[in-house]
């Protein structure tokens, strides 16, 4: 069967480029692995006193990586960080205590910015996160994109070379996904 990927977008903001970028390499993707946008702007600022009564959307989304095979970080470069919303959606997930949502899931992390440098400082910070609440990343092959228009239609990739490429790190990761289902079998 067919592994579905929640997909969590860093940018919040409805032209978001990074949205954009996810949902063309969720075209690309199609007939390989199954992408999930997963919402995380509905979630408050954790705020740990918040438990008392689980807000819908925190429950929503423990419920969302608990039904995904891997996970798909998608993350915009702030300040060569990576967003807030995104720290803030994985913070919620870990807890309560000891039903961390995370833990295992096979994951990857890309990005994209207009700037040369493709999100690389962002993506690096957002791996030390990332693996400290157990995800198990894909470090390699990596996907640091400049964003350029000329390449996208809407949220569809039009440059054959860039679909190419793109196309090839999904076979990666769909691959790791796989290699990581059988080890944990
Ligand atoms: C940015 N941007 C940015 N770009 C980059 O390459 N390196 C950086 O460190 C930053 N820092 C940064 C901080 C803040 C607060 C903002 C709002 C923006 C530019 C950023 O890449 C650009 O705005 C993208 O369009 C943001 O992604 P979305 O929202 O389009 O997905």
Redesign the pocket.
Known sequence: MMKNVAVL?????A???????AEALAKLAEGRLAFRFVEIGDLPIYNDDLWAEPPAAVTRLRQDIAAADAVLLVT??????Y?PALSNAIHWATRPWGQNAWAGKPAAIT?????????A??QNALRHLASSVGLDLMIFPEVYWT?KDTHFDGSTLTDAESAKFLSGWIDAFSGFIDRHTKVAA
Not at 15 to 21: E, K, Q
Request: charged content about 15%.
């Open positions: 977008v860093g940018s919040l903001r032209a978001s480029i990074n949205r954009r970028f915009p470069e702030y300040n060569r960080s967003a990005g994209t910015t207009p700037g040369a440098t493709g999100t400082a962002g964003w």
